[in-house]
């Protein structure tokens, strides 16, 4: 099983890369720090003559590599209520993959997992859940599963170490991305 980490942060060391660390443990995984990618503002061509050219940059490296791995694993804070800069930008980015023949994306994700680990200071577990509706609606529209999602509570770096519901989560789907 390939697991692919995409983590949302806009920065490095944060509750939500630390959860997803937890949750990886010495798992064999490919990881992109979506903060550390050059992704170029997204433009909607669809209705534009010529449309879209075929995918390429640092954006289409990760989209490709959504499409060769069986298990993505998004993890972002809640900012704002929503998901951060960093991933939206990723996720607007599909409109461009769809429209790629090359890629074949919608068709390259269907029927794969995908689980989500998001963090918050501000009553998380209830203010994240729109959030966990968004990546639900997005990932069915690819025809992809939502798997698990954990939400934990945090705001400085390494609260959400202390947040033990979260971190008990974390180990269970550790121990279930391991076969164990």
Same mark, same amino acid.
Request: net charge neutral.
């Given at each position: /099983?390939?697991?692919?980490?995409?983590?949302? $942060?806009?920065?490095?060391?944060?509750?939500?890369?630390?959860?997803?660390?937890?949750?990886?443990?010495?798992?064999?995984?490919?990881?992109?720090?979506?903060?550390?990618?050059?992704?170029?503002?997204?433009?909607?061509?669809?209705?534009?003559?010529?449309?879209?050219?075929?995918? $390429?940059?640092?954006?289409?490296?990760?989209?490709?590599?959504?499409?060769?791995?069986?298990?993505?694993?998004?993890?972002?804070?809640? &900012? #704002? &209520?929503? /998901?951060?800069?960093?991933?939206?930008?990723?996720?607007?980015? #599909?409109?461009?993959?769809?429209?790629?023949?090359?890629?074949?994306?919608?068709?390259?994700?269907?029927?794969?997992?995908?689980?989500?680990?998001?963090? *918050?200071?501000?009553?998380?577990?209830?203010?994240?859940?729109?959030?966990?509706?968004?990546?639900? &609606?997005?990932? *069915?529209?690819?025809?992809?599963?939502? *798997?698990? &999602?954990?939400?934990?509570?945090?705001?400085?770096?390494?609260?959400?170490?202390?947040?033990?519901?979260?971190?008990?989560?974390?180990? #269970?789907?550790?121990?279930?991305?391991?076969?164990?």
């Amino acid at each position: /099983m390939k697991l692919l980490a995409l983590y949302g $942060s806009a920065r490095r060391g944060g509750n939500s890369e630390q959860l997803l660390d937890r949750v990886l443990g010495d798992l064999p995984v490919t990881r992109y720090y979506l903060s550390q990618l050059d992704q170029a503002p997204f433009s909607d061509l669809r209705h534009e003559p010529g449309g879209f050219p075929p995918v $390429s940059g640092p954006a289409g490296e990760v989209l490709r590599a959504m499409t060769e791995h069986d298990v993505l694993l998004f993890a972002c804070p809640v &900012y #704002w &209520y929503g /998901m951060s800069a960093q991933l939206k930008q990723l996720v607007d980015q #599909w409109s461009h993959a769809l429209r790629d023949p090359a890629l074949q994306f919608k068709e390259r994700l269907r029927g794969k997992k995908a689980h989500v680990i998001l963090t *918050g200071g501000d009553r998380p577990r209830i203010k994240a859940l729109p959030l966990v509706q968004q990546f639900e &609606y997005a990932l *069915g529209f690819m025809g992809m599963e939502l *798997g698990e &999602y954990i939400i934990g509570q945090g705001s400085k770096p390494g609260d959400v170490m202390q947040d033990e519901r979260a971190v008990f989560q974390a180990d #269970w789907l550790h121990r279930q991305l391991a076969g164990e």
